[in-house]
């Protein structure tokens, strides 16, 4: 069955910090996506990126990086100069279009907080 | 994306009673989710709702506890029955646009508290 492991619960970094944020996946599907969303206090999730299984390249926006890794089943997100404005949860979540189309696994979540 | 609202955004309900979530889509789409995310925890998937056929559950939400109706491409409701205080959580629904990219956008969800 498809799972998704976000082993930090909490981090905490001052501000202009780089910080990586780990989600680790396993799955049988050969054909996935990967997501990762932010939850701010307000509660709404915001959608950050969609990676697919055949697309290993790294992606970068803005202060946002992402590194996918097939080999060790690793998505992992870093922020580069955290601002306080980056202060929330980030899940991680799996889609396996083979067996289950578009429905999400999440994460347990990674609460980030960034102290000015 | 789509911009998708919810309402209400909270309510607090009593033991007992029921309470039916609304979710409204700016565009039409064929697969919308309902999701519940109780008090620090994770999302979990209810059930999926697709226009024109029964709503499916995951394993361990029955129908009678939340029915869900979708009606048409832009709407859907979650209906919470029998409230007990557990069920004190947020209430989120979602929608694939389609296109092939699997992403979901998210409502702003519905804050439930039972009491």
């Known amino acids: 069955a498809q799972k998704v492991t976000q082993a930090q619960t909490e981090i905490s970094v001052v501000e202009k910090e780089d910080v990586t944020l780990d989600c680790v996946y396993e799955t049988r599907d050969t054909t996935y996506y990967l997501f990762w969303y932010k939850q701010p206090p307000s509660g709404e999730l915001v959608f950050l990126i969609r990676?697919?299984?055949?697309?290993?390249q790294n992606e970068i926006s803005g202060r946002y990086s992402w590194n996918f890794q097939k080999s060790t089943s690793s998505f992992n997100f870093t922020i580069t100069a955290s601002q306080v404005v980056d202060s929330a949860v980030y899940f991680c979540?799996?889609?396996?279009?083979?067996?289950?189309?578009?429905?999400?696994?999440f994460g347990e979540g990674t609460q980030l907080t960034v102290n000015p | 994306s789509a911009v998708i609202s919810q309402k209400p955004s909270r309510d607090i309900c009593q033991r007992g009673t029921s309470l039916t979530i609304q979710c409204q889509v700016d565009s039409q789409v064929t697969m919308m989710f309902w999701y519940r995310q109780q008090p620090g925890q994770s999302l979990t998937l209810i059930a999926t709702?697709?226009?024109?056929?029964?709503?499916?559950?995951e394993s361990g939400f029955v129908i009678d506890k939340f029915p869900i109706s979708r009606p048409n491409l832009t709407f859907s409701t979650l209906t919470v029955s029998n409230m007990s205080p557990e069920d004190s959580s947020i209430y989120l629904c979602s929608v694939d646009p389609g296109q092939g990219h699997y992403e979901q956008y998210f409502g702003p969800g519905t804050r439930l508290t039972v009491t």
């Open positions: 709702a697709n226009q024109g056929s029964e709503a499916t559950y």
């Open positions: 979540a799996l889609s396996e279009v083979e067996t289950s189309g578009s429905r999400l696994t």
């Open positions: 990676r697919n299984s055949f697309d290993e």
